[in-house]
Each structure stands twice: as C-alpha cells, then as structure tokens.
C-alpha cells in the first residue's frame, strides 16, 4: 500500500521548482507533511474526510491548512476529500441536515427550494432571490450543526479505521516475517 502511494506522489525536487508553489515553499516541503506512516496517514484521512463537507471549492484548501497545522500527510488528505462529489454532496448534506434537526429537537423535516416560476429579469427574479434566501436562512443552523457533527463522526471513525488497518497489516506482515524465518 506504502509502495503504491509513493509511486503516484510528486517528489520534493518537482514541487520545489514549482513557480506557483516556490512562495510556500518552506511550508509545504516540510518532511513531515511528505512522509507516509500510519500516524500521518490516518492523520490525513481524518483531514480530509473532515474537511471534505467543507462547501463548494475550499474542500482543498482547508484540507492543506490543516495538514500544515497538523503535520499530515498532505497528498492523502487532498485525495481524501474527493469522497465528496456531485454524486455523494447532496445525500451527504441531507444527512447532514437531519442531523442537525434531530440535535436540535426538530423533526428533520426537510423542505425542498422555492421552484422558479418567474422570468430571469426585473421583479420575479428579485422576489425568487428572496425566497431563496429565506429558504437556506431556515436551512442554515440545523445544516451547519449537522455537518460539524457529521465531518467530526466521519472523521474519527476514519482515523481509527485506518489505525485498525494498518496495524492489522503491519501484524501480518510480522507473522508472515516470522514463519519464513528457519
């Protein structure tokens, strides 16, 4: 599995003499956020499986935040963020938003966007504007509760799904070691 993620990674001497990276270079050269064991691998997977309900574009970016601050395995992480996508985001933030009702003693009654019924100019576009608004206001705490809660249950169960695994692994390997041993 080592083998197999070391051969897709860029090297350092590749991300060094990249000019849109070469300004943070001391930052994302660090050795750790690079090096791959199963501290920083499941350290990375929780990130990304974190920061992977972040909405729309800064899934990435909030992921190489956190592998900077927390010194993880940065590929993995910005990998691992991919698990959200246009087939998996709204079964996600639905969950999500039961979620939050359900925490917050609703119902989890969840109501679906105001249908356009106007034209794309002048008072119909405006008043579709703010029923939409009004929509994802009534939508907000319950949403942003539940997808808090629901990347920290991910995220956790990730980290200790990959601990289990990889020390499963590394057991095996050992027996194997062992019995080929004379």
């Known amino acids: 599995m080592r083998r197999l993620l070391k051969r897709h990674l860029p090297d350092h001497q590749a991300l060094a003499t990249n000019r849109w990276l070469a300004p943070f270079g001391d930052t994302l050269l660090h050795p750790r956020l ?15 499986m974190f920061c992977g309900l972040i909405p729309g574009p800064f899934q990435m970016l909030g992921a190489a935040l956190c592998c900077v601050l927390f010194r993880v395995n940065l590929p993995l992480a910005l990998f691992t963020t991919l698990y959200t996508n246009p087939f998996t985001i709204v079964p996600l933030y639905l969950a999500a938003f039961t979620i939050g009702e ?26 579709w504007l703010e029923t939409l608004a009004q929509w994802m206001l009534g939508l ?8 808090i809660t629901l990347a920290s249950v991910l995220s956790a169960t990730a980290y200790l799904l990959v601990r289990v695994v990889w020390r499963q692994y590394l057991v ?4 194997r070691r062992k019995k080929s041993r004379p």
């Open 34 to 48: 690079w090096h791959l064991n199963r501290h920083s691998a499941a350290g990375a997977v929780a990130v990304g």
């Open 102 to 127: 359900w925490i917050l003693g609703g119902g989890g009654h969840f109501t679906a966007p105001p249908e356009w019924a106007g034209s794309w100019s002048g008072a119909g576009l405006l008043e």
């Open 140 to 147: 907000g705490r319950p949403l942003a509760l539940g997808l």
């Open 172 to 175: 095996r390997a050992w027996q």
